[in-house]
């Protein structure tokens, strides 16, 4: 195989994934990771402080897989969204990857997604993300009733304050999509990725860098997502997470100056 050029980060947020994040670490590293042309592939776990041993798991798989894993330990639960910030500062300023991708630890993102991702950003994209609305892409049967109408009704109302009635509007499929591959040169270098700019340290992140990196001026393109059922533990999304993500809609829409701006 001929040495990698380009260099990618997978961004893992974890908390309490204990039952899933050392499988998928064996399976990137094991299966996922090898066989990708062209990448030097890394493994970025930010773990808010499991009480459940996440971490420790990490630290196993890491000495499995020396130079691979890497552990960023928060102090604490900080939300997705910080997390998410601090991988990406790792990726960029320790790693000095070219692309980071956001992927969930528990499995709902197949991870033979990842080489998907990377070939789009081979051919010219900058900003690449898995939909669950496109041919193709699809959410679980069995999934809980008010998760999937949250998905599409609330998929639907993030776009419309996200970006009517411009072209976006149609472009993007799934604007709360949690897995993503994006371009750091031209693309997440070109944003403001201190914690204080974020709206939500939750999960609205994703909307606020939607529309961010897309005003950036990054070449978006969509690949059809299976999205999974969880496989393992539980899940983070609470009750009040579609109040936090819909405000950060509102916020990301209207710009309003950050605390500390005015
Ligand atoms: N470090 C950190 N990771 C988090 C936090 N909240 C969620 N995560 C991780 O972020 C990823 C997505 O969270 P999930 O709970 O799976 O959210 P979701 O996929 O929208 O919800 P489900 O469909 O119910 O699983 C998982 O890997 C979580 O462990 C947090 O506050 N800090
Ligand atoms: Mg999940």
């Known amino acids: 195989m001929p040495k990698p050029t380009q260099k990618a980060a997978v961004v893992i947020p974890t908390y309490n994934e204990a039952g899933n994040i050392g499988r998928l670490i064996d399976a990137l590293c094991g299966n996922v990771f090898p066989s990708i042309e062209g990448w030097e592939m890394h493994a970025v776990i930010v773990d808010g402080d499991s009480p459940d041993g996440t971490g420790r798991i990490v630290e196993e798989r890491s000495a499995l897989y020396p130079g ?35 992927f969930d630890a528990d499995f709902q993102h197949p991870p033979e997604m990842i080489p998907v991702l990377l070939s789009k950003l081979d051919g010219g994209f900058d900003y690449v993300a898995g939909s669950r609305r496109i041919a193709g892409g699809s959410e679980p049967k069995d999934r809980d009733l008010a998760r999937a109408f949250l998905t599409r009704f609330g998929g ?39 914690p204080e700019h974020l709206y939500s340290k939750g999960f609205g992140y994703k909307v606020q860098l939607l529309k961010e990196t897309l005003e950036a001026g990054a070449r978006y393109a969509e690949v059809p997502l299976r999205f999974q059922n969880r496989a393992a533990g539980e ?10 993500v819909l405000w950060a809609c509102l916020r990301t829409r209207i710009k309003e100056p950050q605390a500390g701006q005015v």
């Open 68 to 102: 691979k894993v890497h552990l960023i330990k928060e102090k604490g639960k900080s939300g997705i969204g910080a997390a998410y910030l601090q991988g990406f500062s790792f990726a960029m300023n320790e790693l000095r990857a070219d692309a980071v991708i956001e």
């Open 156 to 194: 639907w109302l993030a776009r419309a304050i996200l970006f009517w009635p411009g072209k976006h509007f149609s472009a993007v499929t799934d604007p709360t999509t949690g897995l993503k591959a994006t371009r750091v040169e031209g693309a997440l270098d070109k944003l403001d990725l201190r």
């Open 235 to 244: 899940s983070k999304f609470e009750p009040d997470t579609t109040w936090e």
